[in-house]
């Protein structure tokens, strides 16, 4: 009787010691998947950080290469229009494809900067063209380091037994940061 006893008391012993190891793994998993999603905005933080560096230096750099030319306006004109518009953008999706639309206008800016060449002579123009082509290089980084956190917070989401979890408690993948169509081609520049 006593040997039926501690059988029928094992059974139940074994069970809540799976179920709280199931519950101690979804806990850590959740968790995981908290910091993941964190480091992602925080990445994208410091895309937007460079972002807003570029925005910066980018008024500089235009009022600079104004005063040797005015009849240029339509690149400059682009240019404002582009800034509005990454200021308006409100998801990480519109501001990449915001940034695009600057990193665009900014092509142009440097084939007008080509096409007068007395523009290389001022020392503020080259500062400014230094600081803006290190920031395009931060900006470069810093993407990339973004779309590694975006993947790997993605495999946490979309792989088993993590995907449970995540549907479970509403985390999505999150969207990559892409080059916009054309983006392959480089302006060509011969300053």
Avoid: C
Avoid at 28 to 54: E, G
Avoid at 60 to 84: C, H, P, W, Y
Avoid at 88 to 105: F, I, K, L, M
Wanted: proline content about 4%; charged content about 15%; cysteine-free.
């Amino acid at each position: 009787m006593e040997n039926s006893f501690r059988k029928w008391l094992t059974w139940p012993v074994v069970l809540i010691i799976i179920a709280v190891l199931v519950v101690l793994f979804g806990w850590a998993k959740y968790n995981s998947l908290v910091k993941s999603n964190i480091a992602v905005d925080a990445q994208w933080a410091q895309v937007q950080s460079q972002y807003q560096r570029r925005f910066d230096l980018i008024p500089n750099l235009v009022n600079s290469v104004k005063g040797a030319m005015k009849q240029e306006q339509a690149v400059f004109d682009a240019i404002a229009q582009a800034r509005t518009q990454y200021a308006g953008a409100t998801t990480p999706d519109a501001q990449a494809a915001a940034a695009s639309n600057v990193e665009s206008s900014l092509s142009r800016l440097l084939v007008v900067m080509e096409n007068y060449p007395q523009l290389k002579s001022v020392d503020t123009v080259q500062s400014l063209m230094a600081e803006l082509s290190g920031t395009e290089n931060r900006i470069a980084v810093e993407r990339m380091r973004y779309n590694d956190m975006v993947a790997s917070y993605n495999a946490g989401v979309q792989t088993f037994p993590g995907n449970i979890i995540a549907k479970m408690f509403g985390f999505h993948a999150r969207t990559m940061f892409q080059a916009q169509a054309g983006a392959e081609t480089p302006p060509t520049v011969n300053l």
